[in-house]
């Protein structure tokens, strides 16, 4: 293997799938700057060793922490440090492949354009507006850090499917897109059953409602 180039973990093996199945941890850019450092430098020389990645994530590399570099362009390969989606407007299917489901395409629903924050490699935070492939590519990596793989919601795309005609196709989308409301109402009755999961909904929820400045931190005065 090349010096500073990863291997990408991919759901083949049993181990590794556990390990993607798994919520990333936010990284303190100043305590751990040094990890975050080569995070970010495994992750870039990993995808410029490759044609066909775009985009990674640091689960997808072995790193548990919410980090992941886009590529842009040939020489425009940005990394985005705890990042959230702070606004999102427009649904469409998007039809897309994972490096860590190899020879696999799936079809998830995306929003084509959003808002997003995030901190750069030297801690600033940063908002940018996505739209199009970027910004499915963006929700794509975000589902990395939460531990959900597009086969976990994605609708898997076959011959079958590729054969069907338009109507087919349609009522195709139309009962994954119902599984999908069915699913998303047992998700929220098992969240609010699990004292834990609720908890970590509600910091996740209040954790995004500080960044998108929805909640305001009163300064702790000294006595």
Do not use: W
Not at 19 to 40: A, F, P, S, T, W
Not at 137 to 165: K, M
Not at 167 to 186: F, N, P, R, T, W
Request: charged fraction near 35%; charge should be negative.
């Amino acid at each position: 293997m090349i010096s500073g180039v990863k291997d990408i973990l991919t759901v083949e093996d049993a181990e590794n799938e556990n390990k993607l199945g798994m919520r990333c941890d936010e990284i303190d850019v100043r305590k751990d700057n040094n990890l975050m450092r080569q995070i970010v430098s495994e992750l870039k020389r990993t995808i410029r060793k490759s044609d066909n990645i775009h985009a990674l994530s640091a689960p997808a590399i072995g790193y548990d922490r919410r980090i992941f570099c886009i590529k842009f362009d040939k020489d425009d390969i940005k990394a985005f440090i705890n990042p959230i989606i702070a606004k999102a407007n427009g649904i469409s299917l998007s039809r897309e492949t994972c490096t860590s489901i190899p020879g696999k395409e799936f079809i998830r629903p995306r929003s084509n354009d959003i808002t997003v924050m995030y901190m750069s490699p030297l801690g600033q935070v940063e908002t940018r507006q996505l739209v199009g492939k970027a910004a499915c590519v963006f929700q794509h990596e975000i589902d990395h850090l939460d531990g959900l793989l597009i086969s976990d919601i994605g609708f898997e795309v076959g011959e079958d499917y590729d054969n069907a005609t338009d109507e087919e196709k349609q009522e195709i989308v139309e009962a994954y897109l119902d599984s999908l409301d069915l699913k998303k109402k047992q998700l929220r009755e098992e969240i609010d059953n699990d004292p834990e999961l609720s908890e970590l909904d509600e910091g996740i929820r209040f954790m995004t409602s500080v960044a998108r400045g929805e909640t305001k931190l009163e300064p702790i005065e000294k006595e």
